[in-house]
């Protein structure tokens, strides 16, 4: 079987690779960057996102720390 190709390292390629991994389907990660390495960017992972990471066995190296932006409103 051919690799699937995935462009970029990001967290969606990474999760998209890991995820073909797992059920035996190779795959080629191609990133422009020479090392990867953290931006010092936040994420928001949705509940239904770490369900989902969860099933993937990959849901593990998150920290989580609770936060409320202020661009949110409770009804």
Do not use: H, K, W
């Not at 080629?28 to 509940?47: C, D, H, M, N």
């Amino acid at each position: 079987m051919d690799p699937v190709l995935i462009a970029g390292a990001g967290i969606g390629g990474l999760t998209l690779a890991a995820g073909l991994a797992g059920r035996g389907i190779p795959a080629v990660v191609l990133e422009q960057a020479e090392q990867l390495a953290p931006v010092g960017a936040g994420l928001t992972v949705q509940p239904n996102a770490l369900i989902a990471l969860r099933r993937l066995v990959l849901q593990c190296g998150f920290v989580i720390y609770p936060a409320v932006s202020s661009a949110v409103r409770r009804r």
